[in-house]
C-alpha cells in the first residue's frame, strides 16, 4: 500500500529538549515537504526536499532543520524547541513535484509546554 | 501576508443539498489550483485541481470554478451526503514559475463543512 508514515503520532515535550519526528514514504517519490498546520493559518511549508541531499526552506524554516540522506526518508528535526512550535505537522511526498499527486502523511501532534 | 484565503470558517448544509465552499488568492502568479480534504486524525488528500488555463472542472459530484479576473474560485458539491463532513483546504500553487517545481502548496485555512442528515 502506498503511503507515507509519520511518528511519532503525539508528542508531549519540555522547551529545549531536542527532539525528531521521522517520515518515512514508499513510493520512491523525488519530493519531499513538512507542512505545519496552525488554526486559522491553513497548512504553512516548513522545508522541502527535491531529492536526497537537497534541502531548502520553505515559508517558515525558523527553529526546524532537515536532513535527506536516504530518498525515502525525511525527518525534521527541533534543536531546542519552544511553545510556539507547538502545532499539528504533516510530511507529504510527490513523485516528480506536481502537486496534485502530493501524498499526506497522518500527522504529529506536537506540544511544547 | 494570507496569499490564499477562506473567509468562511464553517458551512453547515442540509443532506442532498449543495454545498459551496469559496476561497480568494492575491498572488497572480498563481496558475493551479487545489482543493483537499481533510478528516480528523488523518493527513489531507487531494480531491479536485484546476489549471488556470480553464475555468472549470469537474469530477463527479464535485465541481471546481475559477474566476481569474476575480481571483476566486469555488468547490460545489451536488449533492452533499455527510460523508462529505470533513475540512476542506483551498490551495494554489506556481508550477510555471520557471523555477524548479518544489511541490509547494499555499494553503488557505480551511473551511469545516456539516453535511446533516
Known amino acids: 500500500e502506498a503511503q507515507v508514515t509519520q511518528n511519532p503520532r503525539y508528542l508531549i515535550t519540555v522547551t529545549g529538549k531536542k527532539l525528531t519526528v521521522t517520515c518515512s514514504q514508499n513510493m520512491n517519490h523525488e519530493y519531499m515537504s513538512w507542512y505545519r498546520q496552525d488554526p486559522g493559518l491553513g497548512l504553512r511549508q516548513i522545508y522541502y526536499?527535491?531529492?536526497?541531499?537537497?534541502?531548502d526552506k520553505g515559508d517558515v524554516p525558523e527553529g526546524y532543520k532537515v536532513s535527506r540522506k536516504e530518498k525515502r526518508n525525511f525527518p525534521l528535526i527541533l534543536e531546542s524547541p519552544s511553545p510556539n512550535q507547538t502545532s499539528l505537522y504533516f510530511c507529504?511526498?510527490?513523485?516528480?513535484?506536481?502537486?496534485?499527486?502530493?501524498?499526506f502523511g497522518p500527522g504529529t501532534r506536537l506540544t511544547v509546554l | 501576508d494570507q496569499q490564499v484565503k477562506q473567509n468562511s470558517p464553517s458551512l453547515s448544509v442540509q443532506e442532498g443539498r449543495i454545498s459551496i465552499l469559496n476561497c480568494d488568492y492575491t498572488n497572480s502568479m498563481f496558475d493551479y489550483f487545489l482543493w483537499y480534504k481533510k478528516y480528523p486524525a488523518e493527513g489531507p488528500t487531494f480531491l479536485i485541481s484546476?489549471?488556470?488555463?480553464?475555468d472549470k472542472n469537474e469530477d463527479g459530484r464535485f465541481t471546481v470554478f475559477l474566476n481569474k479576473s476575480a481571483k476566486h474560485l469555488s468547490l460545489h458539491i451536488v449533492p452533499s451526503q455527510p460523508g462529505d463532513s470533513a475540512v476542506y483546504f483551498c490551495a494554489a500553487s506556481a508550477v510555471s514559475s520557471g523555477s524548479s517545481n518544489t511541490g509547494k502548496l499555499i494553503f488557505g485555512q480551511g473551511t469545516t463543512l456539516q453535511v446533516k442528515p
Open positions: 526536499s527535491m531529492n536526497v541531499e537537497v534541502t
Open positions: 507529504a511526498s510527490t513523485l516528480d513535484g506536481r502537486t496534485d499527486t502530493q501524498y
Open positions: 484546476i489549471s488556470s488555463i480553464k
